[in-house]
């Protein structure tokens, strides 16, 4: 792999985790072939649901929303950092279950 490929993956890697669903989806029709970036798409997909179940909570128990949010945000920024380093690296909690996810 040329290294124009490997920063067009580590891009496309980081981008699937920053924009969480649309990242997801760019990568599944952009570099659905690339394991690289398709781990960390599942990992942006990952994130999103966790969006999801974070915004139910609050609706639920309001006092868990700020501490939710605090915690989702940590993951999510080690998720890009680890999506930057140019290999797979299993982000804390969201990681394993990234790979447990088939496409």
Sequence with gaps: MSKQE???NIIFAWLAVFFTIIGFLI???M???NKYVMFYAKQ???LFIG???IWLLSGIFGWLKYPLL???VILWAMAW???LSGEERNTWLIGDLARKIKL
Excluded: P, R, T, V
């Design 6 to 8: 490997n920063n067009d």
């Design 27 to 29: 990568a599944i029709l």
């Design 31 to 33: 570099k659905k072939e």
């Design 44 to 46: 942006g997909l990952i």
């Design 51 to 53: 969006q999801i179940i």
């Design 70 to 72: 605090i915690f989702w």
């Design 81 to 83: 950092i680890n999506s």
